[in-house]
């Protein structure tokens, strides 16, 4: 085979590798760009069903009383309650931490009944959990997290 021949050839494969090559980048630039759109609507709905709600809560409790002295069995229970709506979504440190709580509840009411045949002496709205802040700031903590994969904070 000529020179000129092998030019040829090589003029009919280029544009042919070329597009192949441009396809393939493409494709993987598309793949890549999906996984971070989906992580970013995860950090969204998260924040927006779960880490704000609960947050607005506390919140409202710290401005009607002046200081946050921890949750009550009820507010643990409505955590819960969010949590278990959004299982998939919530951060594993939040739910073992809750857990805990929970844990702790089903042991005081255990104790209680063993020892007086009552269920508790504790109201639903007394506040006796998370008084170290530990749930707390883990929630501030991974809130801020997404909210910083979402953009708001560089």
Not at 86 to 105: A, K, M, P
Not at 106 to 122: I, P
Not at 125 to 136: P, S
């Amino acid at each position: 085979m000529t020179t000129q021949t092998w030019i040829e050839i090589g003029k009919m494969v280029s544009p042919i590798f070329t597009v192949a090559l441009a396809a393939i980048l493409a494709a993987r630039y598309y793949e890549k760009n999906k996984r971070v759109d989906f992580s970013l609507k995860l950090s969204e709905k998260a924040v927006e069903e779960i880490y704000s709600p609960i947050l607005v809560d506390i919140e409202k409790y710290i401005i009607q009383n002046g200081y946050y002295e921890g949750l009550s069995m009820n507010d643990v229970k409505k955590i819960d309650l969010i949590f278990s709506r959004n299982r998939h979504l919530v951060d594993s440190n939040l739910y073992n931490i809750l857990w805990r709580y929970q844990d702790e509840i089903r042991r005081e009411f255990e104790v209680k009944l063993l020892l007086t045949g009552e269920e508790s002496s504790y109201s639903n709205d007394e506040k006796f959990l998370d008084e170290d802040r530990k749930f707390l700031f883990e929630l501030i903590r991974v809130r801020d997290e997404h909210l910083k994969k979402i953009g708001f904070y560089s």
